[in-house]
């Protein structure tokens, strides 16, 4: 057996997430029956994330084991001539069997965007969330500071979250105004169920006044969600990269 590791980027409106469901169409589905037409083998691939409906990735990395004796030029070609214009397969290489797409991750990188306009622009439909009230990037990006180490994020995740651990370690976070945009970018080495949007929402609520300055160390403290800002819509939010390097993830806490 054969072990690939695969990056690819997606447009995910029109999915209902990675992970595979008896009634919904997601990635996963559209990547494991493409592999199938270009194979001839049923294969389980193991990606390196859930992400929710409408969620989008730049770079999101899944691995699978194959018999086959096709090359990682091959892979790249052969399902960019299968899958939809909204998936693209970026690279492939091969790996020791023992890596896991998952498993082997050491921490992951996010993006929310957000059209901060009074003017919609039909070219940021689904792929931004639109807020008209102006925007202090400077300001946001000195509180989300307050988000970096290791904390219990329990008021950071949805009620839905079946986690019992609820500590991670956030590494970096900015927020940085590009144009019309505002660009929210946050890594740790993981992420519970709706982490990142409730933690984008709840900066849009110091900004709008609906919570104050500094308050994102005692909310953290709280470990109570109903303190916390909104969860902003998946539109916005993007896997940016993914790590599995220690050089990577170390880089990431400087």
């Known amino acids: 057996m054969r072990n690939f590791k695969v990056t690819i980027a997606y447009n995910g409106a029109a999915y209902h997430g990675w992970q ?9 589905e559209a990547f494991e029956d493409a592999l199938f037409e270009l194979l001839g083998e049923h294969i389980t ?44 397969v970026l690279s492939c290489e091969e790996a020791p ?21 009074e003017i919609k622009d039909p070219f940021y439909k689904d792929t931004a969330y639109r807020s008209w009230y102006p925007i202090d990037a400077d300001r946001l ?39 019309d945009t ?20 709840t900066l849009l609520y110091i900004n709008d006044g609906k919570l104050p300055d500094g308050s994102i160390a005692s909310l953290i403290d709280s470990r109570d ?9 998946p539109t916005g939010l993007y896997l940016n990269e993914v790590y599995y390097d220690k050089g990577n993830e170390d880089n990431e806490r400087q």
């Open 182 to 201: 505002v660009h929210f970018t946050v890594s740790g080495d993981g992420f519970l169920y709706n982490m990142v949007r409730i933690m984008v929402g």
């Open 97 to 117: 069997l023992d890596f896991h797409a998952r498993y082997s991750c050491m921490g992951k990188e996010y993006v929310y965007i957000v059209h901060n306009s």
């Open 141 to 179: 990006d000195r509180e989300a500071k307050a988000f970096i180490g290791k904390h219990d994020f329990k008021a950071f995740c949805s009620a839905d979250c079946d986690k019992e651990n609820t500590e991670r370690t956030i590494f970096d976070f900015s927020v940085r105004r590009v144009g």
């Open 225 to 233: 969600r109903t303190k916390a800002g909104k969860t902003v819509p």
């Open 20 to 28: 595979r469901q008896n009634n919904a169409y997601t990635v996963q």
């Open 45 to 88: 691939v193991n990606g390196c994330s859930r992400t929710d409906a409408g969620v989008h990735a730049r770079r999101y990395v899944l691995s699978f084991q194959t018999a086959s004796t096709i090359t990682c030029r091959g892979v790249v070609f052969g399902l960019n001539a299968i899958l939809e214009d909204d998936i693209a």
